[in-house]
Nanobody, 126 residues
Framework: QVQLVESGGGSVQPGGSLRLSCAAS????????MSWVRQAPGKGLEWVSG????????GYAVSVKDRFTISRQNAKNTLYLQMNSLKPGDTAVYFC???????????????????WGQGTQVTVSS
């Protein structure tokens, strides 16, 4: 079955950390770039980070750079997002998304990805 399943979300205080995971199945994981995209309440999709299929090239949105780290374990078909120094503005549903090619775009458009997970809620509040 072709799917992405996120986990690791939750509630945390400002300054805290969370690690999101995305388990992929049904396709050759290492052949495709992967991205994290989030959606805050009442707002549109926002690209957070992306990583190429071989794990080489990585990119981050300015709002999360130096706080979030994207990685992948192709042997385990799993994508990760380590989130440190979390802020209330990071509160959102976080989705992992499969890119259409081996590289990862910085797009926030749903049309630029061909597979999405169900999302995991991250809430940052004191």
């Amino acid at each position: 079955q072709v799917q992405l399943v996120e986990s690791g979300g939750g509630s945390v205080q400002p300054g805290g950390s969370l690690r999101l995971s995305c388990a992929a199945s049904g396709f050759t994981f290492s052949s495709f770039g992967m991205s994290w995209v989030r959606q805050a309440p009442g707002k549109g999709l926002e690209w957070v980070s992306g990583i190429a299929g071989d794990g080489g090239a990585k990119g981050y949105a300015v709002s999360v750079k130096d706080r979030f780290t994207i990685s992948r374990q192709n042997a385990k078909n799993t994508l990760y997002l380590q989130m440190n120094s979390l802020k209330p503005g990071d509160t959102a549903v976080y989705f992992c998304a499969k890119n259409k090619f081996a590289w990862a775009s910085g797009s926030s458009s749903r049309d630029d990805y061909d597979l999405w997970g169900q999302g995991t809620q991250v809430t940052v509040s004191s």
